[in-house]
């Protein structure tokens, strides 16, 4: 196993081991840990096992075949970032319909609020008259 | 407070407090007819108590949703009330309520669904806007005019009159950002009918355009970009069934 072999194999290793890590701490959940740990094993395989690396190599028209893990990695990094905006893209447009059913909800509140105050109010005099009534009793 | 009237008027704000009590009085003088609401874009000044102060119903969003998400919070509003019609009026004075009666003139008469106020129709350009801005517009026009086959000649115009079905429409989907000329072709794809009638529009009076230099090539091309991929869109809105993001109108 020569060097490059030996740091690619230790990195994927210690991503694997990471991630499972904040899937263990439940900081990370499984849907997103899933493409992370394809990720990472795919890059141990091929860096374990070099002769699937070469001839994918060969595949790509790549002459140094670590240069092809590197390739790969990168693929991944940018599948997985496309990933992440399509995910903050729901988010943003969950956190607006959020946002719009928050602003209906409490004008809606302070309507109802309002008005019971209101019937409240107009109440009194029949409350206090009732209350004077009683007390003749 | 239940609706007074079957019309109301959606006034998006953000930040706009030296403003909105003039808008809101002149909507109150011009049209007491109409219900006035202000949606505060997570505004950081008073604009709410302001609003609400001058009388009008106000949506206070928790933070900034951008202008397209404000004035769906209207159409999910007008909506749920059972509004038959909206109107859409800047918070910055730069439309005129009296002119509504336009508006309501040719939705009346022409049976739309939507009615927008042009600058361009007008013979008294009062306000031409910017050069560079004045291009933007007319490419969106053109591009616009082509796409839905029918004359368009101030996409951009925020001066907008709906029928319920432009407000059930565009309460279930209406776009992010910059989103009146996306919304025409939405406008288009539904079939719903839609006319432009001359209206003047003003200077704003106070406050900042949403829209500065900096952010108008991105608002170019961000427009384009939703223009030429709606285009593409077989099923341009998600209707109930589709694999849908999310949808804004559907339950708590």
Known sequence: MDRVQFVSTLAAVGLLLVVLELVRRRRLLERYALLWLFAAVVVLVLAVWRGALVQLAHLFGIVSAPNALFFIAVGFILLLLLHFSAALSRLSDQSKVLAQRLALLEARLRRTEERQAESEEALEPLDAELERSSSRW | ?252
């Open chain 2, 1 to 252: 407070m239940t609706n007074r009237s079957s019309s109301l008027a959606v006034i998006p704000a953000y930040n706009e407090s030296a403003t909105i009590a003039r808008v809101i009085e002149a909507m109150q003088q011009e049209r007491p007819d109409f219900d006035v609401l202000v949606v505060d874009d997570g505004s950081t000044d008073c604009t709410a108590a302001i609003a609400r102060g001058a009388g009008a119903t106000v949506l206070r969003l928790p933070f900034n949703v951008g202008i397209g998400g404000a004035v769906q919070a209207g159409f999910v509003y007008a909506q749920e009330h059972g509004y038959q019609r909206m109107a859409q009026v800047d918070g910055d004075g730069q439309h005129d309520p009296a002119e509504l009666e336009t508006l309501l003139r040719a939705m009346a008469e022409r049976e739309t669904d939507v009615v927008c106020g042009s600058r361009f129709l007008h013979s008294d350009l009062s306000y031409p806007a910017p050069i560079s801005r004045r291009t933007g517009i007319h490419i969106f026009a053109f591009l616009l005019s082509l796409f839905v086959r029918q004359r368009v000649t101030d996409p951009t115009s925020g001066f907008r009159l709906y029928g319920r079905r432009g407000i059930e429409l565009f309460a279930r989907d209406y776009p992010h950002d910059y989103p009146e000329v996306e919304a025409v072709l939405m406008l288009h794809h539904h079939r719903l009918r839609m006319c432009e009638v001359p209206v003047r529009m003003f200077e704003r009076d106070g406050g900042a355009s949403s829209i500065t230099s900096g952010k108008s090539a991105y608002y170019m091309v961000k427009v384009l970009l939703a223009l030429f991929v709606g285009l593409a869109r077989r099923r341009p809105v998600v209707e109930p069934g589709d694999s849908a993001p999310v949808f804004a109108s559907h339950g708590i």
